[in-house]
């Protein structure tokens, strides 16, 4: 153990001003944090497992502080530099209270390998009495060597790796043939025969897969890096230490101690062997790929679950058997109803008779006479829907207790999937569910930040049949279609619903705020909270709601009604399974159905809110809300009234209809001006319990406070991605391994950004003060990226990387939620955005810089709308996308080609495509091409055709900017515009091949996009119109691997690139990657000025960015970084690579950046101005060095004249050259610069 305790004597003073013209000099008192971080070093020696903690005396949201000062600042910047992780948690948000004052400056840290050993961290009172201002802070740290708390799982799965499906496909095709044998002709409706026919049929396919995929054998416990080796070492290490117990002789000592520095030094390099094979296998692509490889990394592998203690009894389960027993009488049991009046129990007994009248005597008369509910919902489930279900599921999930796994459905065939039709239909006709198909195997999640040995902090994860999960998407599908059709869903609810999201809510929430700020007045609001809503479910209610609210009956209602009963579950806990128990209550978890049958049972609830008191939902988040456009205290005082009638009305339907309210979680706010006279308070009351006033509320993730000026929301933001942070940095600096710059780009955009950019249309009329910290966290992620000083320009690093501010994609969330506003007012009246922009419209007829609100900020929209018309934009009209008033029952098909060898069903790989051409095949190589990105952009496509006596290759300039993936669809559309052309109604087979799969998936249905909505729709309307004889297959290859058509595609389209740079001159490319806005309609013309204005200061001369125009032309026609392969490069050669790029160096021992001082003059050469260029290409003092450095390139290039070769194409190279040369030209000139002895 390495202990350092500072006291008194470690103090230091540091001075600092606050700002240059101050004269006050503040002192604080806070220990050294050079002296603190030679201590850590000095730490690390002795092992990697630390554990740091104290009163650190410095403010910042990282650690839950809601102010920010210097000190914190650089507190972070030395966790983050030293790899540390901090442990403070929510909801303990202080540990400092004096003077009624509150703070957090007690901050508990660790290294990023015990991380995930450490839980539970808080802050209590009651735990000590001590006489300090500070609070006892106590946290959990699992002690991994205990025997008692590891125990190695042995569990049996699929070997998937061993992917022989069509082996599979051979046996299951004949198991299954058998089993239609075991059939009867006639498929009764007693459910008895069902359940055999599922449990026969499951054998069937879980014996195809043993005998053909079969099964292996994994050791959970284990950490990824355990070998045999070690394994084996360290049962020798045991046996060393029980003959030293045996005989205490030095010589036993000594070799028991070998042994076991041995096993630590060979445990040290696996883990590290582990860790660089993992961070060098991640490779650009599927970023949900990536995120899951990260995860892998950086979590922990072992779930141990402590002893836990009945609530009631206090009897402490300690075997896995007994923890398992507990918690599975825990999960089981029904919440605490509400205490109940005479009116509602009566209610509960005509709900119960209603529906026990209806079994008895509807049912049999609904099922037998099936037709008469033959609506579309209702009809016979298909294989076409089978087989678009399967598409959407993922093949990563854990199956169920059947052990059927969805690779094996998704690979099946198709006789698996008519053997999933028979059962399916069998299933929905009789309005029966197998048994089956309602077990569950529960694994228990702990909370975050819990006490673990109470079974209620445990979060119950339901796994379900993969086969039942199957037909309850489809049932989802079509009840949602109904629900839609019949427009039964209140549009105040805006969870789980396509066109839907929780911006709609916020806008409309914010929205109202900003009216009532702009007549100087207020906006009370008040959030519910639903104690285990989802579990609090009455079913029979739910089944009377269906019938006499949502009218369903026949085949659906009846199946639900099913679905619904003789629910069981198991919780599975280190390979030990608990009893079943029966759940009589709630919706079932883990289903696709449970959400939507909820959102059923809480639909009525908008019926009990009082005119003109709003209402708002997101699933079980109800908001209630008012805004008063007059500062009349009378109307203030009677809406108040209202919505304390309004509450009332929902606590007595919460009573109704068994749902428990929380009073004590729920909270009540008042959105008000600064600095104006006071308005009533807010004396709600819910249950007769007073409701929490407060200041802010954190709502669909928002944090909003009673100004909405959104600085407890920045700062929290700033606190979370500033911890991400860590991970990134422990990647980028790990041994000195490194993967390409594209994957690290990869990972910021998936980890950090997010969060840096949630709901930002919102709250980026926040002070400029408070979003700018938010820059701080992209520069510092692209810095370790880039592997250069924190100290670089953060437009530095957004040109290399070619990201671009957050500023400039807050603004473009804006404006693209302005006309997504525009566009559904028209398609869809009654959404939340379309009451959200009438609102607006209704109140802000504005002009460019007037109506500004109170806080010198507009609301979202009225920004929105100054952009636009700053940028010039016409008006705008709706767009003619294929936006519908309602989503339809099932995905429109694509007709399935005639003529291919493949069924529908499958998913053949590109070795069995091109296997399968013969000479009655036409085959379409389709590729873009587009630079920069996005910038200008071809189509080219190369058409073999075993009729034509050579290939044709055709060219088709893309007018205007497009993307790497608008070019892609553009030539599969190309594509199909031939076919439709030349080659219909000729009975050829016709396949299209692209290197893109996102644009082949979502031409195929497979992916959405609303981004590319437009020209995907036309892709899909040729389709249809060709008809299922002349439609072509469209298959994904991968590019540039080798195939000759795909590489004499891309020849094409980079010609037609080139042919659209002639045509259009003077059209501006942009450096940024991330623009998949341009195919708005109406929205490119208003996005390239602002890109204009922004990178190249076009349009922009009144205040113009810093950077000259010229250096982003050279950047842009360069694109240096990607060629050099700067992450093959040290950290040194990276560093003066990107001072050389950007022209930000350093000379003669001080630091000029571009604009901000004038160029030093070369001291040997009278009057020349000493730039880089003049450093290290011209000046004669150098020349001899010069010379060495001519002869090494001249060397790797014979055919380079050094003498015309300016210093960027040096450092940028050629395309033509190898990356290996570039790589050994930029050494060679750190040589260089190095044998000069000067600074760059």
Known sequence: MFCSFYRSLHKTNVKYKLKPEDDV?????????????????????????????????????????????????????????????????????????????????????????????????????????????????????????????????????????????????????????????????????????????????????????????GMKTIWKGNKPWWSDSLHRKRKQVHRLKREFRRCRTPYFYNKYKEAAAELKRKLRCEKQEYLVRSIQSLQEGNSRQLFSQFRSMNSNKIGVIPALFCPTTNYAAKTDNEKAELLISWFAQPPQPPNFSDDTKEHYQSVEDEIVSAVEMKRESEINNCDEFLEPHQETITEVEIIEALRHISAYKAQGPDSIHNQMLKNGGQSMIDSMSLLFDWSFKIGYVPKLWKRANIIPIPKPDRDHSMCKNYRPIALLSSVGKLLERIITMRLMWYLNENQLLHQCQAGFQSWHNTSELLLRITESIHASFDNNSVTYATFLDISSAYDSVWRDGLRYKMRREFGLNGRMYWWLDSFLK????????????????????????????????????????????????????????????????????????????????????????????????????????????????????????????????????????????????????????????????????????????????????????????????????????????????????????????????????????????????????????????????????????????????????????????????????????????????????????????????????????????????????????????????????????????????????????????????????????????????????????????????NYKDTGKRLVILSDCKFAVNTILNKFNSESYNFPVSECQQIMKNLGSSNVPEIYWIKGHSGIPGNERADAVAKRARFKAELNQPDLFRRPDRTAPFLNFHDLNPSFTAEWNRHWTNEGNEMKPHKHAKRFLRNLIESQSFEKI????????????????????????????????????????????????????????????????????????????????????????????????????????????????????
Not at 168 to 174: D, G, H, P, S, V
């Open 566 to 981: 003789d629910r069981v579950g198991q919780v599975v806990l280190n390979g030990v399974s608990s009893n079943e128990k029966k759940f009589d209550t709630g919706v079932p978890q883990g289903s696709a159905l449970s959400p939507l049958l909820f959102l059923l049972y809480i639909n009525d609830i908008t019926q009990t809110v009082q005119d003109p008191i709003q209402c708002g939902m997101f699933a079980d988040d109800v908001a209630l809300w008012t805004s008063i456009y007059t500062s009349d205290q009378q109307e203030m005082q009677r809406q108040l009234n209202l919505l304390q009638q309004s509450l009332n009305n929902v606590s007595l339907w919460a009573s109704r209809w068994k749902m428990l309210l929380a009073p004590d979680k729920t909270q009540s706010i008042t959105f008000r001006m600064k600095n104006k006279a006071k308005y009533p308070k807010m004396q709600l009351t819910l249950n007769n319990i007073p409701i929490q006033d407060t200041e802010q509320v954190k709502y669909l993730g928002l944090i909003m406070d009673s100004n909405l000026t959104y600085q407890r929301h920045i700062n929290y933001v700033y606190g979370k991605t500033a911890k991400k942070l860590g991970y990134l940095t422990f990647l980028c600096s790990y041994k000195g391994i490194r993967p390409s710059l594209s994957v690290y780009n990869l990972l910021y955009k998936a980890i950090i950004r997010p969060s840096l950019e949630y709901a930002c249309a919102f709250w980026n009329g926040a002070a400029q003060s408070h979003k700018c910290r938010l820059e701080r966290i992209q520069r510092l992620a692209m810095c370790r990226i880039l592997g250069v000083m924190n100290s670089t320009a953060y437009d530095t690093v957004n040109m290399i990387t070619q990201l671009p501010p957050l500023e400039l994609r807050r603004q473009q969330e804006e404006v693209k939620l302005y006309h997504k506003c525009i566009r559904w007012s028209t398609k869809f009246p009654n959404h939340n955005l379309t009451l959200g922009f009438l609102l607006w419209k209704r109140n802000h007829d504005i002009q460019p810089g007037e109506k500004f609100c109170w806080l010198g900020k507009l609301s979202t929209l009225s920004r929105a709308y100054i952009h636009a018309k700053e940028v010039g934009v016409p008006k705008v009209e709706p767009d003619q996308h294929s936006f519908h008033n309602r989503p339809p029952m099932h995905v429109e098909k694509i007709p399935h080609p005639k003529n291919s060898p493949f069924e529908e069903w499958m998913e053949p790989t590109p070795g069995q495509i091109l296997e399968s051409f013969d000479d009655n095949t036409v085959v379409i190589f389709a590729d873009g091409s587009t630079k920069p990105e996005p910038g200008i952009g071809g189509a080219g496509l190369g058409i073999q055709d075993q009729s034509l006596p050579n290939w044709l290759e055709l060219e088709f300039p893309i007018k205007g900017i497009t993307t790497a993936i608008g070019s892609e669809i553009e030539a599969v559309r190309q594509g199909l515009e031939y076919i439709t052309n």
């Open 1125 to 1240: 392969v700067l992450h093959n490069l040290d950290v040194h050669e990276r560093r003066f690579v990107c001072r050389i790029i950007t022209g930000k160096v350093g000379l003669n021992a001080f630091l000029f950046k571009i604009k901000r001082s004038h160029t030093p003059y070369c001291k040997w050469c009278e009057g020349e101005e000493e730039t880089v260029e003049h450093f290290l290409m011209k000046c004669p003092h150098y020349e001899e060095i010069r010379d060495a450095w001519r002869v090494a390139v001249k060397t790797l290039l014979p055919l380079l004249l050094f003498t015309t070769s300016n210093l960027r194409s040096l450092v940028v190279g050629d395309k033509t050259w190898e990356p290996a040369v570039r790589i050994k030209i930029v050494k060679q000139l750190a040589k260089f610069v190095l044998a000069t002895e000067r600074k760059i």
């Open 25 to 213: 000099v503040p002192t604080l008192l806070c220990f050294n944090l050079d002296i603190f971080e030679q201590e850590v070093a000095a730490a690390r020696k002795v092992t990697e497992l630390i554990i740091i903690g104290g009163d650190w005396n410095a403010h910042h949201p990282a650690w839950l502080d809601e102010n920010i000062d210097n000190i914190g600042e650089n507190v972070l910047y030395f966790i983050v530099q030293n790899g540390l992780q901090i442990l403070n948690s929510s909801p303990f948000n202080h540990t400092f209270e004096k003077n009624n004052g509150k703070s957090s400056i007690d901050i508990s840290l660790c290294s990023h390998s015990i991380l995930n050993l450490c839980s539970n961290w808080r802050t209590d009172n009651d735990e000590l009495d001590l006489d300090s201002d500070h609070l006892p802070i106590t946290f959990s740290i699992r002690a991994d060597w205990s025997s008692s708390t590891i125990k190695k799982q042995k569990i049996e799965t699929w070997n998937l790796r061993n992917n022989n499906w069509e082996l599979f496909r051979q046996i299951l095709k004949y198991n299954l043939e058998k089993w239609y044998e075991s059939l009867t002709p006639y498929l009764p409706n007693n459910p008895e025969f069902l359940d055999a026919a599922v449990e026969s049929w499951t054998e069937c396919v879980v014996d195809a897969g043993k005998r053909s995929i």
